[in-house]
């Protein structure tokens, strides 16, 4: 009888140590997803200066109609293209391109959907760089006023959109 409680003890363990490998292996992948679009987002930034901001019409033509041309032309990086003509985040979000300020400025809005959690999203806010602004559930970050994981987490929600002004 003791061997049997033993055997049960044994495995009733070896499940709660596959369980925390398990907990700890989904955790991991959620911090991968956030900084993937952290520096998914930021080489897009960084193309769409060189490619747009350069130029006389600026950020003009830095929208979503445009996709297709941003594409081909490099500016947005492959692993964020799907069917090739669409555009998306980490999370399967459609990301949209818009000009702003007669041209000066480029707009670009992902997450939201429900499809990324509050912690990736206060990651993704806080891991963002060299923007004009930054706008999350009605909370607008600048340089001047930049987020840190606190003040994300506050503004962030499983919902939630992001918003980011590039110039």
Excluded at 48 to 54: I, L
Excluded at 101 to 115: C, D, E, I, M, P
Excluded at 153 to 159: L, P, R, Y
């Amino acid at each position: 009888m003791d061997a049997i409680l033993a055997r049960l003890a044994y495995i009733a363990l070896g499940l709660l140590a596959l369980a925390g490998v398990g907990v700890a292996s989904v955790s991991a992948f959620s911090a991968n997803k956030a900084s993937q679009m952290v520096t998914d987002i930021s080489h897009l930034i960084t193309n769409a200066r060189s490619g747009f901001a350069q130029n006389g019409n600026g950020y003009t033509n830095f929208t979503t109609a445009n996709v297709p041309d941003m594409i081909d032309s490099r500016i947005v990086p492959s692993n964020m293209v799907r069917n090739g003509a669409t555009v998306v985040d980490v999370w399967g979000n459609s990301i949209t391109f818009a000009s702003a300020n007669n041209g000066a400025q480029g707009l670009l809005t992902f997450g939201g959907g429900g499809s990324e959690t509050k912690d990736q999203c206060a990651a993704v806010v806080a891991g963002m760089k060299d923007y004009v602004s930054l706008a999350v559930a009605g909370t607008t970050f600048t340089p001047a006023n930049p987020p840190d994981k606190v003040t994300a987490s506050k503004a962030c929600t499983d919902s939630a959109a992001i918003v980011i002004t590039i110039q």
